[in-house]
């Protein structure tokens, strides 16, 4: 309503609760000065932060952000906004932070202090942007950098976590132990198959005929083999990019879509609030509406006004 001042209440009007009826909100500030005033309506009401603060590199870097932090400043500014983020997430919330070597050592540090190493869940491997310079004097390539999971409580589990399989992946046909050395086969296409001495089929005779008229088994070297759609998910994520392969706006260290797609989805469920604080070209919350979550994104750049919203 910013520019139809004359129409304000009569939009306000039309909506019973308007809180419920907003998909997210975009806030331009100081992230700090944000989450202090936010604090009290969003107090234990969001389930997933994901931050991508920018990391202490002691250097300029050729993005929007400063990035010439000391160790000593950097740690002192995320302590500050950490112990603010702890207190809205609610109880079966989780948080992420992404960062590389010249940080980690002080992310862990900090987030055992804040959340309580009993709630440290996973040090997850993401996909490096080979086109960024290298961040230190390092003698190996740098692949890759860390994303660090760690709950509000021990309240929290992750919801969704399985994806899906690539489809040129073929298994074996599972089986299980058995107390008798010879088990009933399968038949497919007018062939017996016997599995292994002491060992059963783990699917039965109409499982294995749905499955092939599916397309899901095939006979391959004599053996059935089976697609498994699913897979749970492990704390090697570098099967997917870390960075934006092409990014939207030009900037090098936008944040790839499949990444927070993975994030939100094993961390949070349709209508839940997503949170980001560091909130950057604004990947978090575009892929929180695609998911059909809650969103709340706070960046202070002026690119706020342009590639943010």
Known sequence: TKYFKDLELKILSLFDDLDNSLDGWLIKSENYQALNTILPKFNDKIQTIYIDPPFNKDKNA????????????WATMLENRLHLA???????????????????????????EIFG?????????????????KTGGVNLVEETENLYSYAKSNKFTFLNTLIERD??????????PSNTENNPPRT??????????????????????????NERLRI?????????????IGSNWTDIPGYST?????LITENSEKLLKRVIEFSSEKYNLVMDFFLGSGTTTSVAHKLGRKWLGVEMGEHFYTVVL
């Open 62 to 73: 050729d993005y929007h952000y400063n990035v010439k932090y000391r160790n000593s400043s």
């Open 86 to 112: 702890k207190n809205c997430l609610n109880e079966k919330g989780s948080i992420f932070v992404r960062c590389d070597y010249n940080g980690n050592w002080i992310v862990r540090c900090l987030m055992d």
């Open 117 to 133: 190493e009993e709630n440290f869940r996973n040090e997850i491997d993401i996909k490096r942007n080979q086109a960024l310079p």
């Open 167 to 176: 489809k040129s992946q073929w298994v074996d046909l599972g089986t299980r």
């Open 188 to 213: 497919l296409e007018g062939k017996e198959f016997y599995p292994p001495k002491f060992r059963r089929w783990s699917y039965s005779q109409d499982n294995i005929e749905e499955m092939y008229k």
């Open 220 to 232: 391959e070297n004599n053996k059935l083999k089976i697609l498994i759609d699913k897979k749970r």
């Open 246 to 250: 092409v990014p939207t706006w030009g």
